[in-house]
């Protein structure tokens, strides 16, 4: 063979392979709950048939593992009528997962010695919406975060669901003696904290960011509604139409401690990595946070539920799991993680659809 055709050929053996080499190494893994490695390029392909075939318009997710965010992506749109993309800026509704960033910053005034677990909120803040039941002065704010009060999830919904503009805050049952889901329980213990702080309920969004969010980099995530998020949220969306339902809005912008926080999946990451390693809160605090303190029993519709202090704990073939959803009819969102294997993750839609795309993506991430 000509000495020139071999000297080109070797050089371009040669090239492809540095190209190949270059591709491999600048290829990122992450790590799942038993150990899989899944490279970024497949779960970006994954993510992306998930959205196509479940009809998610806007979508937020990010994995950790260790002390660092190992994948993260914003792809899809706002709005389908106007296209606007979505992208590391956009914003979602975090719905019932706030109740955990809100029981963490529980914990912290606890570590500050501001509230106690155990001692009856009453003596801290009469309550008049419940006063004249008497059984609310048992109520603490371990029974809060741990839904045990007694108080129905919403005082405006009977117990099949439906709309009471007028209803009156009851006690369903002994403080304490059973578990019931309950984010009026959770108004209550927010309005005792700003009483000792002295400062009004939606004031508590400031000592929030000074005490998790500004630590945390979560530089834009917020449980008020504010002009950043007016600009930058996801719209929600049912069965593929545009629907924002229930959910935070400039019109009903003020601070709920069960419900308002929003962010998106590279500030939630930087929270979870919190949980995992211990920042903000003592060891003890994020232990709280983490024992079980009540069961949800089984039904004929479900398995039993084991919840700590605002995250249910499950479980599983690879240890324990830490998780929680939230769900504002056409805003889902859920994230999970596993302590031990110091691995988790967290996603948003602008959908109805989480529940079919965490079935799908733990399947995933197990088998992969």
Request: some cysteine; charged content about 25%; glycine content about 6%.
């Amino acid at each position: 063979m000509n000495t020139k055709v071999v000297y080109i050929l070797v050089l371009s053996i040669a090239l492809f392979s540095c190209k190949t080499n270059q591709k491999t190494e600048s290829e990122t893994f992450i790590r799942s709950f038993n150990g899989n490695l899944i490279s970024s390029s497949k779960m970006d392909v994954f993510i992306k048939h998930q959205m196509d075939s479940l009809n998610i318009p806007g979508l937020s997710i990010a994995f950790v593992n260790d002390d660092k965010i190992a994948y993260h992506n914003a792809l899809g749109v706002k709005n389908i009528e106007t296209k606007e993309t979505v992208d590391s800026s956009t914003m979602f509704d975090a719905a019932s997962m706030s109740k955990t960033v809100f029981s963490f910053f529980v914990m912290k005034m606890v570590d500050d010695n501001i509230l106690d677990l155990d001692t009856p909120l009453y003596t801290y803040m009469e309550y008049p919406d419940i006063a004249y039941d008497e059984r609310y002065k048992l109520i603490t704010a371990r029974m809060v975060l741990s839904h045990t009060s007694g108080f129905p999830n919403w005082r405006y919904l009977d117990q099949q669901g439906n709309y009471n503009p007028k209803g009156k805050l009851t006690i369903q049952f002994e403080p304490g003696t059973k578990f019931q889901y309950s984010g009026e329980g959770y108004e209550y213990l927010a309005m005792v904290i700003a009483h000792l702080k002295g400062v009004e309920k939606n004031e508590l969004q400031g000592l929030i960011k000074a005490a998790i969010f500004d630590p945390l980099a979560m530089n834009n995530s917020s449980f008020v509604w504010n002009d950043y998020i007016e600009k930058h949220r996801a719209n929600g969306h049912f069965k593929g139409a545009l629907n924002k339902g229930y959910s935070s809005s400039a019109k009903d912008p003020n601070f709920k401690a069960s419900a308002s926080l929003q962010t998106e999946s590279k500030e939630f990451s930087n929270f979870l990595l919190a949980l995992i390693n211990t920042k903000i809160v003592s060891k003890k605090s994020r232990n709280e946070l983490l024992k079980i303190q009540s069961r949800k029993l089984a039904t004929k519709r479900s398995k039993e539920q084991k919840y700590g202090l605002g995250i249910a704990v499950e479980e599983s073939d690879y240890g324990t799991n830490y998780s929680h959803g939230g769900d504002n009819k056409s805003n889902t969102a859920l994230y999970m993680l596993n302590l031990e294997k110091k691995v988790g993750y967290v996603f948003f839609t602008n959908s109805e659809n989480r529940n079919k795309f965490q079935i799908n993506l733990l399947d995933f991430v197990l088998t992969n």
